[in-house]
């Protein structure tokens, strides 16, 4: 046996070595994950104001053995891609139920606790519709960029599907991942008519999700009726 858990008999510790492998790290590794988790929800549950720092530093920490999330900035801050967003006028807008409308139906096709309509700008994502999050004044409907999911699918110009982003490779790095905001996330690009990608309808989940065809196709069409919404008074060049 190459690991152990004081407390665990040998089967236990055959499993844990087994779940470690499956996850694709050691078991120090696996458990100082598992062990950061705890402490995030925790500290999440208690309301503790301590809450910012302990992420602060796990994410220091994760970052110290892991590789870092790439950089969607160049694809972000495309001068033609912002003039598309800007366009819409959308940007720092009130809620509007079109929008709602699009996203509880999204959250309802895949059984989804949360779902977004978002606008990626240079710098912050913003919601222009938001089910399922608390949003209590205008500070909650946008975040910066660094936390932002959202802007990946925007950069690639195609649906981001993760299942289970603790997992993945890349995402499991993502602030929003450590700090338990999501495990799962189905994201389709916003397109306007000149081929930019202005933002995401998405849904999320704070468990992992089997995201089949039949979910991107219905997220996908619900998608395009958002983009012709957003698109559709804004004067073509």
């Known amino acids: 046996m190459t690991a152990s858990l004081s407390g665990f008999d040998d089967w236990l510790n055959r499993a844990l070595e087994q779940c470690a492998l499956d996850s694709g790290e050691d078991v120090r590794s696996y458990v100082t994950r598992a062990v950061a988790a705890q402490m995030v929800a925790d500290h999440r549950a208690t309301g503790s104001s301590q809450l910012d720092e302990l992420v602060s530093r796990l994410a220091a920490l994760e970052q110290l053995s892991k590789p870092p999330m790439p950089s969607a900035r160049a694809a972000v801050t495309d001068p033609q891609r912002l003039a598309a967003l800007h366009a819409t006028g959308l940007l720092d807008s009130p809620p509007e139920e079109v929008y709602d409308r699009i996203s509880r139906a999204a959250a309802a096709a895949l059984d989804a606790p949360f779902a977004l309509v978002s606008l990626v700008d240079a710098n912050r994502q913003f919601f222009k519709s938001a089910i399922g999050l608390q949003i209590e004044s205008e500070a909650d409907r946008e975040t910066p960029l660094e936390r932002s999911v959202c802007q990946y699918a925007v950069a690639t110009g195609a649906p981001l599907v993760l299942e289970d982003a603790r997992t ?70």
Request: hydrophobic share 40%; proline share 10%.
């Open 168 to 237: 993945d490779p890349v995402f499991k790095n993502h602030p929003a991942v450590l700090d338990g905001t999501f495990v799962s996330y189905l994201g389709i690009p916003l397109i306007s008519p000149d081929g930019n990608a202005v933002g995401t309808l998405c849904v999320f989940d704070q468990k992992p999700r089997l995201w089949g065809t039949g979910h991107i196709q219905v997220i996908t069409d619900l998608a395009n009726l958002a983009a012709q919404r957003m698109f559709e008074s804004v004067p073509r060049p």
